[in-house]
């Protein structure tokens, strides 16, 4: 069964001189143990799409499902890493990362342990004082990593998360998303990533969703067979960037399913 499924979502927003369009028509599912991105050019509804499915929007068309259920609020089910790490500055990392807790109505004796849980395994133990303006931009984002991972989501959601940090400490973190997505006694089932950088999609999703420029379309869906972990330099690698890369620029839709294998070659699946 599908985590999420998203229906023939479209969603629109009037301005004054009529309603713009930012997508149509969008359908793809989320399944168990899915890392799941969405790439697509500037402009095309990622960050929306994610919103909606948050249910912190709703669709103009169509219908988002958790579980089988609409999504018609916010779900307490998912958490959002943001990219400017929308941390509360007169808050400790401590602090910060208990918020969502504190208001899920969690009480103080149960929130300490899972802070601590959580501080531990995104590598900020040592940090539980320090305040947002005294850490570097790699260390507060783990601050929005487990403020979101505490709340133990059943879908991570991540709204280009790595892309305000240097090219040396995003790969760190990237690799860290992976580690803690792939050990079963952590949250989440699954991960949805939004990103404007095709290769790291390729490198941490399983499957990557395409989208048209605005009003955002599904172009196609590229399944990643990679093992892991993915070398970048590898000729399947730049195959895989190359797809999604020349998918985006043409704007044509293809097959859904289209696979590329270790040796390059492209099929449809």
Same mark, same amino acid.
Request: net charge negative; aromatic share 8%.
């Given at each position: 069964?599908?985590?999420?499924?998203?229906?023939?979502?479209?969603?629109?927003?009037?301005?004054?001189?009529?309603?713009?369009?930012?997508?149509? @028509?969008?359908?793809?599912?989320?399944?168990?143990?899915?890392?799941?991105?969405?790439?697509?050019?500037?402009?095309?509804?990622?960050?929306?799409?994610?919103?909606?499915?948050?249910?912190?929007?709703?669709?103009?068309?169509?219908?988002?499902?958790?579980?089988?259920?609409?999504?018609?609020?916010?779900?307490?089910?998912?958490?959002?890493?943001?990219?400017?790490?929308?941390?509360?500055?007169?808050? #400790?990392?401590?602090?910060?990362?208990?918020?969502?807790?504190?208001?899920?109505?969690?009480?103080?004796?149960?929130?300490?342990?899972?802070?601590?849980?959580?501080?531990?395994?995104?590598?900020?133990?040592?940090?539980?004082?320090?305040?947002?303006?005294?850490?570097?931009?790699?260390?507060?984002?783990?601050?929005?990593?487990?403020?979101?991972?505490?709340?133990?989501?059943?879908?991570?959601?991540? @709204?280009?998360?790595?892309?305000?940090? @240097?090219?040396? #400490?995003?790969?760190?973190?990237? @690799?860290?998303?992976?580690?803690?997505?792939?050990?079963?006694?952590?949250?989440?089932?699954?991960?949805?990533?939004?990103?404007?950088?095709?290769?790291?999609?390729?490198?941490?999703?399983?499957?990557?969703?395409?989208?048209?420029?605005?009003?955002?379309?599904?172009?196609?869906?590229?399944?990643?067979?990679?093992?892991?972990?993915?070398?970048?330099?590898?000729?399947?690698?730049?195959?895989? #960037?190359?797809?999604?890369?020349?998918?985006?620029?043409?704007?044509?839709?293809?097959?859904?399913?289209?696979?590329?294998?270790?040796?390059?070659?492209?099929?449809?699946?």
């Amino acid at each position: 069964m599908a985590l999420i499924r998203v229906e023939h979502v479209d969603k629109s927003f009037p301005t004054r001189h009529g309603s713009i369009s930012i997508m149509q @028509d969008i359908t793809f599912d989320v399944k168990d143990s899915d890392f799941l991105a969405i790439v697509g050019p500037s402009g095309c509804g990622k960050s929306t799409l994610l919103r909606l499915i948050q249910g912190l929007d709703r669709p103009t068309a169509g219908q988002i499902l958790f579980r089988d259920q609409p999504v018609n609020s916010v779900s307490k089910q998912m958490a959002m890493v943001f990219q400017s790490f929308a941390l509360f500055p007169w808050l #400790t990392v401590s602090q910060n990362v208990a918020f969502g807790l504190e208001a899920l109505g969690w009480s103080a004796d149960r929130i300490h342990p899972q802070v601590e849980r959580y501080i531990e395994v995104t590598g900020l133990d040592g940090f539980q004082e320090a305040y947002p303006r005294e850490l570097s931009g790699g260390m507060r984002q783990r601050v929005g990593l487990a403020r979101a991972l505490a709340v133990e989501p059943a879908v991570l959601l991540m @709204d280009e998360p790595f892309s305000a940090l @240097d090219p040396l #400490t995003a790969e760190s973190l990237r @690799d860290e998303v992976l580690q803690l997505w792939q050990d079963p006694s952590l949250p989440p089932e699954a991960v949805l990533l939004v990103s404007h950088n095709i290769e790291e999609a390729i490198e941490l999703a399983d499957r990557v969703i395409v989208l048209s420029r605005r009003p955002g379309r599904v172009l196609a869906e590229v399944t990643v067979d990679l093992p892991r972990p993915r070398d970048r330099k590898s000729t399947a690698f730049y195959e895989f #960037t190359d797809r999604v890369y020349s998918l985006i620029t043409e704007g044509r839709p293809s097959l859904a399913g289209t696979e590329l294998p270790a040796n390059g070659d492209a099929r449809a699946g």
